[in-house]
Every structure is written in structure tokens, then in C-alpha cells.
């Protein structure tokens, strides 16, 4: 069964604001990691989060990890029109290593 | 200079028909993956390789057979091609859990 599952499926906002995503997945995991994927072209590795962290930061990107409720949550802050693509949470279960499953994803849209 | 290269980009056949993807990465990267993305973008491992031994097969048909000739390349090959398999395939390798994405090989079963 899938591990990860995203919310909302599609997010369409104005530039300059926040975008929130979340993801749920089922079993334990040793990390959890945010790709992006812009049309037509393969994923993009943002930013990963290990299971004894609660929460990280990259440039724009912050990621918040809660293992007691299985979720996970990017937020894209001041965002702009090349934010638009499709995000998609990956879990690395802790029972199968180099097992990396993806979640359905959140298109996102941002409106100049 | 690209780091995962997959081809062709492109693939129109016909039902029945067999075909290959090849893959090559230029990472150093010991880890290799199959994964197919859906009409509805949804990713599904198919298969991973480390160091050229296969360690990940998903229930993915008998159909479809992966060769790892050395660590940098894991090709696809896929026999008697089906409508269900249109679809865009990506390989990636990955380091340190990170996975590394080529740009994909959209199939289309005719």
C-alpha cells in the first residue's frame, strides 16, 4: 500500500504567498525527504528530515516532521511563479533500506 | 555533464512489440532505481540495484527485466509490450538517501 499521502492535491495561490503542504504516510521511517518535480522533467531533491528531527530549514523551504502523528508538512514561503510544479513526500521505511516510496503529490500553482 | 541520463526521451511502439530504456549515471553512486509515473503522476518503484545485484523487485510483471552491467548503468528492457504499460519511466541512483532523477522516458503503447 502507498506510504505517503499528500494534501491538498492541487494548491493554486498569488505569488508572494505561503504554501502549505502535508503528507501522512503508515510505518516507521528512518527519514522523510520533499522532491519537486517541474513538467516534463524528472524530481528534484529539496530537503530531507530524519526521524529524531522535528523540524528543518532550507532557504525558503521549512520542513516539520511529527513521527507521533506519522505527518510531515513543506512550507514554501514568499513564493514565486517558478515555484509551480509538483511536490511530492518519500519516506525510507526503517524495515526496508534504499526502499525510497513516493506519496501522489501536490500540484502546485503559483499566480503571477 | 548530466548526472543521470536516460534514453530515449521518447518511445511510441506498438502493442506486442519489446523495447529498451537504458540508464546511466555519472555519480559514483552505488544504488540505481526503476520507477514508473502514471497518468496521474503517481511514482511506483520498480526496481533497485546496488552495486549491480538487484535488491528491490515491486511485483512488477516478469515482463519487465532489469541488467545492471556495471554500477553506472541499469537498463530496462521490456517484452510484449501492453496498453497498461504507456507510462513515464524514471531511472534515478542515489547517495546518502538523496535519490537523483533523470529526466524520464515517456512510453507510449499504441
Known amino acids: 500500500s502507498q506510504q505517503g499521502e499528500e494534501d491538498p492535491q492541487a494548491l493554486s495561490i498569488q505569488e508572494g504567498e505561503n504554501a502549505t503542504m502535508n503528507c501522512s504516510y503508515k510505518?516507521?521511517?528512518?527519514?522523510l525527504q520533499w522532491y519537486r518535480q517541474n513538467s516534463g522533467r524528472g524530481l528534484v531533491h529539496l530537503i530531507l528530515i530524519r526521524s529524531n528531527e522535528r523540524e528543518k530549514h532550507s532557504g525558503r523551504l521549512r520542513v516539520t516532521l511529527d513521527t507521533s502523528k506519522k505527518s510531515s508538512s513543506l512550507l514554501i514561503t514568499a513564493s514565486r511563479a517558478a515555484d509551480t510544479a509538483s511536490y511530492f513526500c518519500a519516506t525510507e521505511s526503517k524495515t526496508s533500506y534504499d526502499k525510497v516510496i513516493f506519496g501522489p503529490g501536490t500540484s502546485l500553482s503559483v499566480i503571477p | 555533464d548530466t548526472a543521470v541520463s536516460q534514453t530515449p526521451k521518447y518511445l511510441v511502439t506498438q502493442m506486442g512489440n519489446d523495447k529498451s530504456i537504458k540508464c546511466e549515471q555519472n555519480l559514483g553512486h552505488d544504488t540505481m532505481y526503476w520507477y514508473k509515473q502514471d497518468s496521474k503522476k503517481f511514482l511506483k518503484i520498480m526496481f533497485s540495484?546496488?552495486?549491480?545485484?538487484?535488491?528491490i523487485n515491486e511485483t512488477v510483471p516478469n515482463r519487465f527485466s532489469p541488467k545492471s552491467p556495471d554500477k553506472a548503468h541499469l537498463n530496462l528492457h521490456i517484452n510484449s509490450l501492453e496498453l497498461g504499460d504507456s507510462a513515464v519511466y524514471f531511472c534515478?541512483?542515489?547517495?546518502?538517501?538523496?535519490?537523483?532523477f533523470g529526466s524520464g522516458t515517456q512510453l507510449s503503447v499504441l
Open positions: 540495484y546496488n552495486n549491480k545485484e538487484l535488491i
Open positions: 534515478a541512483s542515489s547517495l546518502n538517501e538523496k535519490l537523483f
Open positions: 510505518t516507521s521511517i528512518n527519514n
